[in-house]
């Protein structure tokens, strides 16, 4: 199961947005994506493994964690950020997806 | 740069059946893994299975099995997902996603989705 809080996080542009998934059970590979949804559209890498960023993403954009607590950091906010963001673990092959967390900016 | 055509949009009545499908273009088919998942409205995202291209492998999701089949058709680079026994919750946009990372990986990239409306 995967954990994701804030549920709703409202920030001005400029600011720094901290995105927290919380994993049930240690992933000892890191087996960790994040993806933005904006509305009316698919979502779309960010970044996997935890920390490695996907091709487009800004470099203000960055992952970390290991274990059970994995962190989605987003520097500069600009208005385009405002989305839903998704953590994903595939740790095995049963994949799950945390429930997201709204960022509103 | 790898694109995912899936199908238009259907409406279902309960106890039916659906069969979408996602076709890959601008890549190769091979060395890969085809996942469906789903959200319902308003809703957050729901792994629902994959089929591993190379060894024409499945995994689904604890929740829809006994009614869930993914398969591939190498010819002409298109997956398919079949639901049978749908029911309004089954109400959802399903997107496909390519994974490449085998054999545990990342999706990217997604289709756009095609919207299923079940009710009577």
């Known amino acids: 199961v995967l954990t994701q809080s804030p549920g709703t996080l409202s920030l001005s542009v400029g600011e720094r947005a901290t995105l927290s998934c919380r994993v049930s059970q240690n992933l000892r590979n890191a087996a960790v994506a994040w993806y933005r949804q904006r509305p009316g559209q698919p979502p779309r890498l960010l970044i996997y493994d935890a920390s490695s960023r996907a091709t487009g993403t800004p470099d203000r954009v960055s992952g970390s964690g290991s274990g059970t607590d994995f962190t989605l950091t987003i520097n500069r906010l600009e208005p385009e950020d405002s989305a839903v963001y998704f953590c994903?673990?595939?740790?095995?092959?049963?994949?799950?997806f945390g429930q997201g967390t709204k960022l509103e900016i | 740069q790898v694109q995912l055509i899936q199908s238009g949009p259907e409406v279902k009545t309960p106890g039916s059946s659906m069969r979408l499908s996602c076709k890959a273009s601008g890549d190769t088919f091979d060395n890969s893994a085809f996942n469906w998942v789903r959200q319902a409205p308003g809703q957050g995202l729901e792994w629902m299975g994959r089929?591993?291209?190379?060894?024409?492998?499945?995994n689904y999701a604890w929740t829809f099995l006994g009614r869930i089949r993914i398969t591939a058709d190498r010819s002409t680079n298109t997956a398919y997902l079949e639901l049978n026994n749908l029911t309004p919750d089954d109400t959802a946009v399903y997107f496909c996603?390519?994974?490449?990372?085998?054999?545990?990986?990342?999706?990217?990239?997604w289709g756009p989705g095609t919207a299923v409306s079940v009710s009577t």
């Open positions: 994903q673990q595939y740790g095995g092959p049963m994949y799950t």
């Open positions: 089929f591993i291209t190379v060894i024409g492998m499945t």
């Open positions: 996603a390519k994974e490449t990372s085998l054999p545990l990986g990342w999706l990217d990239p």
